[in-house]
Nanobody
């Protein structure tokens, strides 16, 4: 499975961005998918995840209520709507497909990764 993330950019604090993750194969539809981010000098961290059918989601505490993950299996797409952005959200954002169909926060269970898209939030 090849994944490609897009939609990053530079916004001011309080603004919004919508990230998209496109998958190359139909098997994407059987996998849980997650969004991770990595800021300079920091570990890559889980941000949001969604189960194979969109029935379950999970979020990092600091983004709850601001970010929404969704998917469209008919289009092999997963999205991350990010609202009320803060400077601490600045990072490279990656989408990844998990080995499991269920949503998971465990980075080790994600075995397919996209190339990342930069999100910069200025205060």
């Amino acid at each position: 499975v090849q994944l490609q993330a897009s939609g990053g950019g530079s916004v001011q604090a309080g603004g919004s961005l919508r990230l998209s993750c496109a998958a190359s194969r139909r098997t994407f539809t059987n996998n849980g998918v997650g969004w991770f981010r990595q800021a300079p000098g920091k570990e890559r961290e889980f941000v949001a995840g969604i189960s194979w059918n969109g029935g379950s989601t999970s979020y990092k505490d600091s983004v709850k209520g601001r970010f929404t993950i969704s998917r469209d299996n008919g289009k092999n797409m997963v999205y991350l709507q990010m609202n009320s952005l803060k400077s601490e959200d600045t990072a490279v954002y990656y989408c990844a497909a998990a080995r499991t169909a269920a949503v998971t926060t465990q980075k080790a269970l994600y075995n397919y990764w996209g190339q990342g898209t930069q999100v910069t939030v200025s205060s």
